[in-house]
């Protein structure tokens, strides 16, 4: 979602004369877009910051912005302890960032606007064309959550669940396709609970998927509460619609679970994943895990790497619990930090298992492609399969744009590399 945020940036501040660069040198205007999930995010401004500071020693300090989560949650931190930053912009206003920089340009006041208006934002951003023309896009279609699970920071960076309107999401998807977009992948902090005027997720991907040139969607991040049966019913019916399912559970242990205000167990998570089989059985699972959690003991633990196993996630996130200012569970106590690096490690060296052999079983099937890009050697072309595996072929062809079958001959932790099936008559699709 802050690709997606840090993009729409670039597009308003277009209109007052700005361009990109990726030379920091000559940089008039540094915004730094913020992620507040974990702890190391804040670290990070404060490095990034004094890089700034050593590069622009002997010439004119640009204007320095400070914008999304960390901004929302820390402002006046931010403000105090780093003199260096001008301004701090919550993620819900950045669509007034073109007034803010104009008033900077003129003094140098620093500016603290992190108030919440979601409602504003997207009404001033449906009159700024997205300019996004990579294969692959981002599309935010709600943001906020309502859930306040005990160890998030969500709620209190991005504020309550609000769904944009299902036309202008479809306006905005025929724009990326029209520059090139063929993949659009639904962004919310709990984006199957869109919902506006009673249209709900699965009528945006039905919609969507009426778009002639737009070739693949994707959603994410979901939530097991709000994974109701007409989203089911999409992955039955929409082929356009991707069979892999980001799907957080954060941890195996009902105890936990219920500690964490989650609001289902983990029979419930089970039984989704037992539906969306039913419907469609090439379907494949992610998560989140959190491990060290206060309270959780080894049996609980074990419990984890047990649901892991059973679903066996081709792909995870897996973090120390990091307790974060604002929620409930910062003032929780914690568990031996030692014995959470333990488990962490052991959590991940069995995902990393079973992320190896689901890719090494793909070698010899093929798999269906969407090539993104050309990467750095010559003939040679990035692009993803199905399931979001990154993957490389050699071609003498522009791949760009375009769905292939290929052939997976080798298989590394995070890529697989192929060949261009030739041979169309039998045809094997990775699952």
């Given at each position: 979602m802050n690709e997606y945020?840090?993009?729409?940036?670039?597009?308003?501040?277009?209109?007052?004369?700005y361009t990109r660069t990726k030379n920091l040198s000559e940089t008039n205007c540094y915004i730094l877009n913020t992620c507040h999930i974990r702890e190391k995010a804040t670290d990070k401004v404060y490095h990034d910051?004094?890089?700034?500071?050593?590069?622009?020693?002997?010439?004119?300090?640009?204007?320095?912005?400070?914008?999304?989560?960390?901004?929302?949650?820390?402002?006046?931190?931010?403000?105090?302890?780093?003199?260096?930053?001008?301004?701090?912009?919550?993620?819900?206003?950045?669509?007034?960032?073109?007034?803010?920089?104009?008033?900077?340009?003129?003094?140098?006041?620093?500016?603290?606007?992190?108030?919440?208006?979601?409602?504003?934002?997207?009404?001033?951003?449906?009159?700024?064309?997205?300019?996004?023309?990579?294969?692959?896009?981002?599309?935010?279609?709600?943001?906020?959550?309502?859930?306040?699970?005990?160890?998030?920071?969500?709620?209190?960076?991005?504020?309550?669940?609000?769904?944009?309107?299902?036309?202008?999401?479809?306006?905005?998807?025929?724009?990326l396709v029209e520059n090139g977009v063929r993949e659009i992948n639904l962004l919310g902090q709990n984006v199957n609970a869109y919902n506006f005027e009673n249209k709900k997720i699965s009528d945006l991907i039905i919609e969507l998927s009426k778009i002639k040139n737009l070739k693949r969607i994707r959603y994410t991040t979901s939530h097991p509460q709000d994974f109701t049966e007409d989203l089911i019913e999409a992955h039955k019916n929409c082929d356009k619609l991707m069979p892999l399912i980001h799907l957080p559970i954060q941890s195996g242990s009902n105890k936990i679970l219920e500690d964490m205000n989650r609001k289902h167990t983990v029979e419930q998570y089970l039984k989704i994943i037992e539906k969306l089989l039913r419907v469609k059985s090439n379907i494949k699972f992610s998560s989140d895990f959190i491990i060290g959690y206060p309270r959780e003991t080894h049996d609980?633990?074990?419990?984890?790497?047990?649901?892991?196993?059973?679903?066996?996630?081709?792909?995870?996130?897996?973090?120390?619990?990091?307790?974060?200012?604002?929620?409930?569970?910062?003032?929780?106590?914690?568990?031996?930090?030692?014995?959470?690096?333990?488990?962490?490690?052991?959590?991940?060296?069995?995902?990393k298992k079973i992320k190896t052999d689901?890719?090494?079983?793909?070698?010899?099937?093929?798999?269906?492609?969407?090539?993104?890009?050309?990467?750095?050697?010559?003939?040679?072309?990035?692009?993803?399969?199905?399931?979001?595996?990154?993957?490389i072929v050699k071609s003498d062809d522009n791949l760009t744009g375009k769905i292939k079958k290929v052939k997976i001959i080798k298989a590394n932790q995070n890529t697989l590399f192929g060949e261009i099936e030739k041979n169309f008559n039998k045809t094997y699709y990775a699952a």
């Open positions: 945020d840090s993009n729409r940036i670039l597009d308003l501040a277009k209109k007052i004369n910051i004094g890089r700034l500071k050593k590069e622009f020693r002997k010439k004119t300090k640009p204007v320095v912005l400070v914008a999304g989560c960390v901004a929302q949650a820390e402002g006046e931190i931010l403000l105090k302890k780093e003199k260096y930053i001008d301004a701090v912009i919550g993620p819900q206003s950045y669509h007034l960032i073109n007034d803010m920089i104009l008033k900077l340009e003129r003094k140098k006041n620093s500016i603290n606007f992190t108030e919440f208006d979601v409602v504003e934002k997207f009404d001033s951003l449906n009159s700024v064309r997205n300019s996004d023309n990579k294969i692959s896009s981002n599309l935010t279609i709600q943001e906020g959550c309502d859930k306040f699970c005990k160890f998030c920071v969500v709620p209190y960076t991005r504020g309550a669940e609000f769904s944009r309107s299902l036309k202008e999401l479809v306006l905005e998807a025929k724009h609980d633990f074990n419990a984890t790497i047990k649901l892991f196993k059973k679903v066996k996630f081709i792909n995870s996130y897996s973090y120390i619990f990091s307790p974060r200012p604002g929620t409930p569970a910062f003032n929780f106590e914690k568990i031996d930090q030692n014995e959470a690096k333990k488990r962490l490690i052991k959590f991940q060296d069995m995902a689901y890719r090494n079983n793909l070698i010899n099937t093929n798999a269906k492609v969407l090539f993104e890009n050309e990467v750095k050697e010559e003939n040679f072309y990035f692009g993803r399969d199905e399931y979001y595996n990154s993957v």
